[in-house]
């Protein structure tokens, strides 16, 4: 889905976010696990309040396992509920139910003590568009029931899907947008495939890619491409290496950068290219924003 983020659809956005909000005794706010903080809404914390969270990092089958670990702790040492999952194989996917049930045991509990019959749990699915939310309630609901031409501005009717025997979903996910003014989080969300209209020039999001990859996974890049870290200056010439080495070439003997690009951008996106992630808390943490739930560019979004 190709979402065009102006200031009047984020305000809708946000406005229909705040509405479902207040139908759910719980959200699911999903991150792609390749990229936990590139793929968060800024305003997130402020929109979920004090509401029951559970974090979803999606996409797990394409991250790599060790950021995703690293990315769990980083979570719960903010103090948030993590489940890692993958909408594609159903793999974690059974565990949401009880993940909710434990976070609402307290509420439900006292409920019961004035009396009050427990009832389902109901939750919404919160998350940047791309980031598996319409995947993620098909599986819960073992059936095609995602409403997924909800857009921002567009207000449909909703139902709720029974999962199990706790729980019940909104069919209509929260859609929110990512951080993208920042350069570097921009070149990560368009290298996951959040971004999809080629915002950033394709041939820059591979270069900025390949020149991840020499620190975080030379392995990969030398199984793949045949480059060896040695022989490696930065991502442009590897770009034109690989280019080169692949067979990406014009009429004349010239590099055509824009096929290796694109070859390389799919190959990164479909994982292909092996289980990596584009960034890791100790990445935030040096860049000084680590902290940085919110941007205070996107606070003027009434
Ligand atoms: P959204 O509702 O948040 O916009 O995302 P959606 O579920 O439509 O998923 C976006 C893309 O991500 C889809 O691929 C979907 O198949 C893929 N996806 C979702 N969850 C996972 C996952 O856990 N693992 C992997 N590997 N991929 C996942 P697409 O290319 O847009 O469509 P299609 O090729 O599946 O038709």
């Known amino acids: 889905m190709v979402i065009q983020w102006f200031p009047g659809h984020m305000a809708k956005a946000k406005r229909q976010v705040e509405e479902k909000m207040k139908m759910v005794d719980v959200v699911l706010e999903l991150l792609d696990a390749r990229l936990p903080m590139s793929s968060r809404n800024p305003l997130i914390d402020r929109l979920v ?12 089958d394409l991250a790599d396992p060790a950021a995703t670990e690293a990315w769990v702790s980083h979570f719960n040492r903010l103090g948030l509920d993590v489940l890692p999952v993958d909408a594609t194989t159903g793999k974690g996917v059974a565990q949401i139910p009880k993940r909710c049930e434990a976070l609402l ?16 749990i109901r939750a919404m699915i919160l998350g940047i568009p791309n980031v598996g939310k319409s995947t993620l309630i098909n599986r819960l609901a073992k059936r095609n029931a995602a409403q997924t031409g909800d857009r921002p501005g567009v207000t449909k009717g ?40 080629e915002i950033l020039p394709l041939e820059e999001v591979a270069a900025f890619a390949l020149q991840y990859m020499v620190n975080r996974y030379p392995d990969l890049l030398k199984e793949r491409y045949g480059i060896s870290p040695g022989e490696v200056q930065e991502g442009a010439w590897m770009l034109e290496e690989v280019g080169r080495r692949r067979g990406c070439m014009r009429k004349g003997g010239e590099v055509d950068l824009e096929k290796a690009a694109e070859l390389v951008v799919h190959e990164i996106r479909s994982g292909r ?15 000084g924003e680590s902290s940085a739930h919110e941007s205070p560019g996107n606070d003027s979004v009434h």
Request: glycine letters at 8%; zero cysteines; a positive charge.
């Open 105 to 120: 045991a307290e509420k439900f509990a006292a409920l019961a003590r004035k009396g009050i019959r427990t009832r389902r």
């Open 158 to 197: 909703q139902q709720w899907i029974r999962i199990g025997n706790t729980l019940e979903l909104l069919d209509t996910p929260g859609i929110l947008w990512p951080k993208f003014e920042d350069q570097q989080v921009g070149l990560r969300l368009a290298a996951s495939g959040a971004i999809r209209e």
């Open 273 to 287: 290219i092996g289980r990596i992630s584009l960034e890791t808390p100790d990445d935030w943490q040096k860049e």
């Open 49 to 60: 309040g004090k509401k029951p969270r559970l974090v979803l990092l999606t996409k797990t």
